[in-house]
Nanobody
Framework: QVQLEESGGGLVQTGGSLRLSCVAS????????VGWFRQASGKEREFVAR????????YYADSVKGRFTISRDNAKNTVYLQMNSLKPEDTAVYYC?????????????????WGQGTQVTVSS
């Protein structure tokens, strides 16, 4: 099985940028579809973006489309989430997750492996 570890979170002002990284160990990340999810305090976890195993197909939540970019470097066993034009409503713990099924979609229940999360805080 694969272990995932996120990094890159922090405190940023409105309009700023952050790049999150999700590093895999134990198994090649190229075997998995990878998604990013987030959970704000008091809210349910929500889908942010996903990328297929080759990095050729991406999909975004409407709330982040045009501002966030998901990418992957399988040689480095890493998936990234570039976040630009950040807003206070982007404040959340961000998680990366991996699914063996290419049809995992946006449902968190379809993802088997999860990282511990990294906090992103956007100040107004």
């Amino acid at each position: 099985q694969v272990q995932l570890e996120e990094s890159g979170g922090g405190l940023v002002q409105t309009g700023g940028s952050l790049r999150l990284s999700c590093v895999a160990s134990g198994r090649s990340i190229s075997d998995y579809l990878v998604g990013w999810f987030r959970q704000a305090s008091g809210k349910e976890r929500e889908f942010v973006a996903r990328i297929n195993w080759r990095g050729t197909i991406t999909y975004y939540a409407d709330s982040v489309k045009g501002r966030f970019t998901i990418s992957r470097d399988n040689a480095k066993n890493t998936v990234y989430l570039q976040m630009n034009s950040l807003k206070p409503e982007d404040t959340a713990v961000y998680y990366c997750a991996a699914a063996l099924s290419s049809s995992a979609g946006s449902r968190s229940s379809a993802y088997t492996y999860w990282g511990q999360g990294t906090q992103v805080t956007v100040s107004s």
